[in-house]
């Protein structure tokens, strides 16, 4: 049997045959591959589409069941504010930009914050009158009592502007961390030939990952440049919803550019690289000012626990010589 299978082996027309043979089969299995293989990545990506579809379709319909994009005030809030002619006494133009700042937009935003302006002095009054005078709970002389209402009157006036100021300052400081991606994803959109409504376009989609609220304002400074006349408006516009210099020197950049003709690249360049620094600047005033804020606790807290392991010992011996 072993001389037979070597004897085939080393018959020249036999390895013939047999290599003819391997050379048809891989010719032909070469042939029908392309016909007998699936697209797999084209599946795969049919399949992500698909979901992508699926997915957009299920939160444009969860958006337009529970989202309106113009919000009707208060039927309530709405009477109170036409009837005492609120607008008139208590509304004013720096009410109106402290609410832009602090996101609140529509005449809803500002029929709530003048109901509010009216009635929460009325209530903190009232509140005190009856903590003071009523229940009495703080035994302080006449005058001391009334001086502490007419305080939470003070306070019940300044309240809504507190919060707005409170509300405008973290939107503020979000924007701030994600201005300087944005400026970045701006000048490669810019650099790449993209137009400026486009570029804003494309870098509010982008960075909604890092910053919801300056993809919102992106967003609507593009809206903003579809219906204007003047796209400087919109710039304008964009620099006083938010409020940091930062944004507004970008806004003036924008603004010669599209007066002037000039390239933006070499503005955003620089305005991007100020941004990062002062970011740095913070990030560094930050971590020196935490010596002197870790002062107190450290006196307070961790000194007398100090004192008592490195005295407990000796205290110990000592009383167990005597």
Known sequence: MIEYIAGKVFDPRFMGVLLS?????????????????????????????????????????????????????????????????????????????????????????????????????????????????????????????????????????KAPELYL????????????????????LTLICVESGMAVEHAFRRVSTEIASSSVVLAEELALMTAEMSYLPDRRQAYENLGMRIGLDAVKAVATALIQAERYGTPIGQALRV?????????????????????????????????PVLFVVIITPAVIQIMRTQ
């Not at 589409?49 to 969860?62: A, K, N, P, T």
């Open 165 to 184: 100021m409170n509300s405008a300052k973290k939107r503020q400081a979000e924007v701030r961390r994600a201005w300087p991606d944005a400026l970045d």
């Open 21 to 157: 043979a391997v050379a048809a089969a891989a010719t032909a299995f070469a042939v029908a591959q392309p016909f007998l293989e699936t697209d797999k990545l084209g599946k795969r990506m049919k399949l992500v589409s698909d979901e992508r579809e699926v997915i957009r379709r299920r939160e444009r319909d969860r958006v337009a069941s529970k989202v309106s994009l113009r919000a009707e005030p208060k039927a309530y809030m709405k009477n109170v504010v036409e009837r005492f002619d609120l607008r008139r006494w208590l509304g004013t133009e720096t009410a109106k930009r402290k609410l832009l700042m602090a996101g609140y937009r529509g005449p809803q935003a500002e029929t709530a914050f003048l109901f509010f302006r009216l009635v929460m002095p009325v209530v903190m009054t009232v509140g005190a009158v009856v903590y003071l005078f009523i229940l009495e709970v703080i035994d302080q002389p006449y005058l001391v009592r009334i001086a502490l209402v007419i305080l939470a009157a003070l306070l019940g006036i």
């Open 271 to 303: 305005l991007g690289q100020e941004s990062r620094d002062q970011r740095m600047n913070e990030a560094e005033k930050k971590a020196a000012s935490l010596p002197p804020k870790l002062t107190v606790p450290m006196i307070l807290f961790f000194l």
